[in-house]
């Protein structure tokens, strides 16, 4: 069964960096999407950045595209989002997520997401 296991996560000073981790098993094969998605207090759950883990495809949120890096390492099973110039709106609940996809574009949106990790808390402090 696919796990996906978040971390990295904490407090930071605005226009600092975080670079949060994922770790994932579980993968039967390599057409699959992955990505970040965040959620605060009181909004929807919305898009950070997203990549296929056998093209490397990319797709970002205009509100984070300038700052934030989505990467992945294959041979580890990782994740990862450099997070930097961070604000405090940056401050959320954030969560890796993973589906099988075939196409090069992975979706950006969380609906079309099924797997999921607990999530790991960031918080950006003036």
């Known amino acids: 069964q696919v796990q996906l296991v978040e971390s990295g996560g904490g407090s930071a000073q605005a226009g600092g960096s975080l670079r949060l981790s994922c770790a994932t098993s579980g993968f039967t094969n390599n057409e699959i999407c992955v990505g970040w998605f965040r959620q605060a207090p009181g909004k929807e759950r919305e898009v950070v950045a997203v990549i296929n883990r056998s093209y490397d495809t990319t797709t970002y949120a205009d509100s984070v595209k300038a700052r934030f890096t989505i990467s992945k390492d294959n041979a580890k099973n990782t994740l990862y989002l450099e997070m930097n110039s961070l604000s405090p709106e940056d401050t959320a609940m954030y969560y890796c997520?993973?589906?099988?996809?075939?196409?090069?574009?992975?979706?950006?949106?969380?609906?079309?997401?099924?797997?999921w990790g607990q999530g790991t808390q960031v918080t950006v402090s003036s």
């Open positions: 997520a993973a589906q099988s996809w075939y196409s090069l574009t992975c979706p950006a949106t969380a609906s079309a997401y099924t797997y």
